[in-house]
């Protein structure tokens, strides 16, 4: 299942990010994912409290809003939205296109709770 090794590389990055601010706990997660990433976000969720027992962010709500899919066309230069199964151009129907959103996974926000003295500190 590579959802949990997904998480677990999330949670070390969540985790760093908390610890350069300071923070007791992460609070919520949200990623933005794209359905070409080869992520399948139900899987993700799933592996998700397996994968942060025991961290800062154990009792974080992790929320996936998805990702559009955009390409870039190469003969008229429009950028537009497209399908999984169809990168097409919207504008003039070419199929010379170069995808610009839709196969990634960004951590987009985190919320965490700092501690009065460690907002002092930033």
Do not use: F, K
Not at 15 to 22: K, L, M, N, S, Y
Not at 51 to 74: F, K, N, S, W, Y
Not at 83 to 107: P, Q, V
């Amino acid at each position: 299942m590579h959802e949990l090794s997904i998480c677990l590389s999330l949670l070390d990055q969540v985790q760093r990010i908390a610890q350069e601010h300071g923070a007791e706990r992460v609070e919520r997660i949200l990623l933005r994912v794209g359905p070409l990433s080869g992520v399948e976000a139900p899987l993700l969720i799933n592996a998700y409290p397996l994968a942060a027992a025991g961290t800062i962010a154990e009792h974080a709500q992790l929320d996936i809003e998805p990702a559009p899919v955009r390409v870039h066309c190469v003969d008229c230069g429009e950028e537009s939205a497209a399908t999984t199964n169809r990168l097409l151009c919207a504008s003039c129907g070419s199929y010379h296109t170069r995808l610009t959103s839709g196969d990634e996974m960004l951590l987009a926000s985190l919320e965490m709770s700092i501690p009065e003295d460690a907002t002092d500190r930033l």
